[in-house]
């Protein structure tokens, strides 16, 4: 199941929004590009985490992927 969708600029955007932890660690779990982000910007308790990566940028409702 793919869990992304492309926004207006042709970004990759999260489906599962800002609450949808048990799929964002998961996605984490099998991705290449992910690197933790700095101390002070992680969120979620589990460490590899796409909320916790420095290549998440935060939209109002999710975040979108620099890497995808």
């Known amino acids: 199941m793919d869990f992304?969708?492309?926004n207006e600029?042709?970004?990759a955007?999260?489906?599962g929004g800002r609450h949808d932890w048990p799929q964002a660690s998961a996605i984490a779990a099998g991705c290449l590009h992910f690197s933790l982000d700095d101390e002070d910007e992680l969120v979620?308790?589990?460490e590899r985490s796409c909320y916790n990566c420095r290549y998440r940028r935060w939209t109002e409702h999710s975040f979108i992927c620099m890497k995808r």
Do not use: S
């Open 9 to 11: 600029r042709g970004q």
């Open 4 to 6: 992304w969708i492309k």
């Open 13 to 15: 955007q999260f489906k």
């Open 44 to 46: 979620a308790e589990e």
